[in-house]
């Protein structure tokens, strides 16, 4: 299972597109290298874009916290773009979610590097689909403290499945 990784750059920030399975083997070792090698060359602030992620796997969230570690340790940041739904919650199980920084918007991902631009608390919403998805796990109804917010409304449509029903 390959995990293939093409690299851009939006408003000079490099954007890793993956694509594939971030499992156990050579997919995520792949990624460590080139992090790695990122980390090596200067490039200590990254976003991992996974919207094109089939799986993630213990060993593929164990990639992620290293290649997060590695980053801070140079002085810079990972962050994760596009998560699917059965990742988020991969990640909220394992009690991750405040370990990244996420975002479901691409600018608002390269804005969060420039401490002058302000992302959108709309387009912000990936912090609230975790506390929705920590919710469900926890088996709560919809209304929740996630930081310091206190979250009463719905939750977004596609989100809507994570909330208990209360009939």
């Not at 996974?50 to 997060?68: K, N, P, Q």
Request: charged letters at 20%; aromatic letters at 8%.
């Amino acid at each position: 299972m390959d995990l293939e990784i093409h690299q851009r750059i939006k408003e000079g920030m490099p954007i890793l597109d993956l694509r594939g399975y971030l499992v156990i083997g050579p997919s995520e070792a792949t990624l460590r290298e080139t992090i790695i090698a990122l980390a090596s060359a200067g490039t200590v602030s990254v976003i991992l874009n996974c919207a094109r992620v089939v799986e993630i796997d213990e060993d593929g969230l164990g990639a992620l916290i290293y290649c997060s570690a590695k980053l801070r340790e140079a002085g810079g940041e990972l962050k994760l773009l596009n998560l699917k739904h059965v990742h988020l919650k991969l990640i909220v199980r394992a009690e991750l979610d405040t370990a990244f920084q996420m975002f479901s918007d691409e600018q608002d991902a390269v804005n969060s590097f420039f401490p002058d631009r302000a992302i959108l608390a709309v387009s912000a919403l990936i912090g609230t689909e975790a506390a929705w998805v920590k919710l469900r796990l926890l088996g709560f109804g919809a209304i929740a403290k996630y930081g310091d917010v206190q979250y009463s409304a719905m939750a977004p449509p596609e989100y809507q499945s994570f909330i208990p029903s209360t009939a």
